[in-house]
């Protein structure tokens, strides 16, 4: 067939388009393709070459094939399909068979903030043309009745509850920026999930938490425990945390603004997975995560000790959560400091994980902490045993990659205090401790390293009234 110049329409015959050499051989399901065509029309035209023998298809092998799906017999020129001229030496049908593979194997593959954007733009586009859709009920549809996100879907090929959750998702990225830096768009929806929980639980504190009991009981207050001739890093409280007290970096070099003997229990998970291979880790969803590289533990152990001893009030505790690959190192660390420690290790019973080699090793069910006493403490509650079964943390409320149960951290703050009573903290994480203090009426002064768990802490605590 020959081109006719300046003919606005040409039909083509779609028996003559010759489309047997293609790179693709396999076009997939094209039964949603070729619902969307036939709604709305081919977005992207076909491409196609006259060579004066043969009408050859460049590129749109998987919509030509749609259209025959259809029934179609014919194209139309400008609507349907375009025209690339043929060269007629060996190189202009070379240039004709790079076109094909461009668009099947070179072309750039969008980021999955650049999809979903085109998506939500594509659907915003197609709502102009074709106008919203009323949203009829079932059984009351009406096929031209605007365009709707079952369109949308059908148009690409895909279920519905995908192209929703991507519509949805692209919202929140125009209106959040930062999701688009996460790696994966599963990133962001785990990192959208832990914000509603966030919320969720935020919400939950407003209702149910503790007011801080009056003053002229006996107990203090945070400004109480802080020195009368403080460092730098010592910082007057708001008003709104005069009941916790957040300290960001090494706990090493902001505890010296605590003063002596002004804590009634020291409640802490020590680093973990010192010496043992992957020293790091991180949430899921970006959240909270740690990184145990570089410790020395020996003096990790001492200074936690010394400084645990020196803020103790006489006769109290301090529970130390720990590594039973340095058990000793603590063990000698808390009795060099002044501590008594208990020889039979707290153990917390929680969900097993998968060893390394389930042939040789027994999977890990329990996190061991040791119990130290300053002078001659006694529990609030007597009589207990010294191990509590308690499921770990699961699902959209794990915020951290190490975190302990409120559970079990409001269980030694119950033992051991009394409202208005202070709790410190040196490795916060996700904030445990100190929501397990501020929800039962006590007091919290936390120390965290990373930066990205302070933003949680403050955003978990703040509402705690």
Same mark, same amino acid.
């Given at each position: 067939m020959e081109i006719v110049e300046n003919q606005p329409i040409l039909s083509v015959a779609i028996s003559n388009i010759k489309d047997e050499n293609r790179q693709r051989k396999d076009y997939g399901d094209i039964q949603a393709l070729a619902e969307s065509i036939r709604r709305f029309g081919i977005i992207q035209p076909?491409?196609?070459?006259?060579?004066?023998?043969?009408?050859?298809?460049?590129?749109?092998?998987?919509?030509?094939?749609?259209?025959?799906?259809?029934?179609?017999?014919?194209?139309?020129?400008?609507?349907?399909?375009?025209?690339?001229?043929?060269?007629d030496d060996d190189n202009g049908k070379l240039q004709l068979q790079a076109v094909e593979l461009e668009e099947n194997?070179? $072309?750039?593959?969008?980021?999955?903030?650049?999809?979903?954007?085109?998506?939500?733009?594509?659907?915003?586009?197609?709502?102009?043309?074709?106008?919203?859709?009323?949203?009829?009920? *079932?059984?009351?549809?009406?096929?031209?009745?605007?365009?709707?996100?079952?369109?949308?879907?059908?148009?690409?090929?895909?279920?519905?509850?995908?192209?929703?959750?991507?519509?949805?998702?692209?919202?929140?990225?125009?209106?959040?920026?930062?999701?688009?830096?996460?790696?994966?768009? *599963?990133?962001?929806?785990?990192?959208?999930?832990?914000?509603?929980?966030?919320?969720?639980?935020?919400?939950?504190?407003k209702k149910s938490s503790v007011t801080s009991s009056p003053k002229g009981d006996g107990t203090s207050t945070i400004a109480d425990v802080m020195p009368t001739q403080g460092t730098p890093n010592v910082e007057v409280p708001a008003p709104s945390e005069e009941r916790w007290k957040l300290y960001e970096g090494p706990f090493e070099e902001n505890i010296t603004s605590v003063a002596d003997a002004s804590v009634d229990l020291v409640l802490t998970d020590l680093p973990y997975n010192i010496g043992l291979g992957d020293s790091s880790a991180s949430h899921s969803a970006g959240l909270g995560g740690f990184s145990d590289r570089g410790l020395d533990i020996v003096k990790l152990c001492a200074d936690v000790a010394v400084h645990s001893f020196r803020v103790l009030r006489e006769n109290r505790f301090g529970v130390f959560f720990y590594g039973m690959n340095y058990h000793q190192e603590l063990y000698?660390?808390?009795?060099?400091?002044?501590?008594?420690?208990?020889?039979?290790?707290?153990?917390?019973?929680?969900?097993?994980?998968?060893?390394?080699?389930?042939?040789?090793?027994?999977?890990?069910?329990?996190?061991? *902490?040791?119990?130290?006493?300053?002078?001659?403490? $006694?529990?609030?509650r007597p009589n207990l045993p010294n191990a509590v079964s308690i499921p770990s943390v699961r699902g959209p409320e794990r915020l951290h990659a190490a975190q302990k149960p409120l559970g079990i951290m409001q269980k030694f703050v119950?033992?051991?205090?009394?409202?208005?009573?202070?709790?410190?903290?040196?490795? *916060?994480?996700?904030?445990?401790?100190?929501?397990?203090?501020?929800?039962?009426? $006590?007091?919290?002064?936390?120390?965290?390293?990373?930066?990205?768990?302070?933003?949680?802490?403050r955003s978990r605590l703040g509402v705690i009234k």
């Open positions: 076909i491409v196609l070459t006259d060579s004066g023998m043969e009408i050859t298809l460049v590129a749109g092998g998987r919509r030509l094939a749609a259209c025959r799906y259809l029934g179609w017999t014919e194209l139309a020129h400008a609507r349907d399909f375009i025209w690339r001229k043929e060269l194997l070179r $072309r750039k593959e969008l980021s999955w903030p650049e999809h979903i954007a085109a998506k939500q733009r594509l659907f915003e586009l197609m709502q102009s043309i074709h106008g919203v859709s009323k949203g009829f009920g *079932a059984g009351k549809s009406k096929e031209n009745d605007g365009f709707s996100l079952r369109k949308l879907a059908a148009m690409l090929g895909e279920n519905p509850s995908v192209t929703s959750r991507d519509l949805e998702l692209a919202g929140f990225v125009r209106s959040h920026p930062m999701l688009a830096t996460l790696p994966t768009k *599963a990133d962001a929806v785990r990192k959208l999930g832990v914000a509603v929980t966030v919320a969720a639980m935020q919400i939950a504190a000698d660390a808390l009795t060099t400091a002044g501590f008594t420690v208990d020889v039979y290790p707290f153990i917390w019973l929680r969900d097993r994980s998968a060893p390394p080699d389930g042939f040789a090793r027994y999977s890990k069910c329990y996190d061991p *902490a040791l119990i130290a006493s300053k002078g001659v403490p $006694r529990f609030i119950e033992d051991m205090t009394t409202p208005g009573c202070v709790v410190l903290d040196m490795f *916060a994480g996700a904030g445990t401790t100190g929501a397990a203090a501020l929800q039962t009426g $006590r007091k919290a002064i936390l120390f965290e390293l990373e930066p990205a768990n302070c933003v949680m802490i």
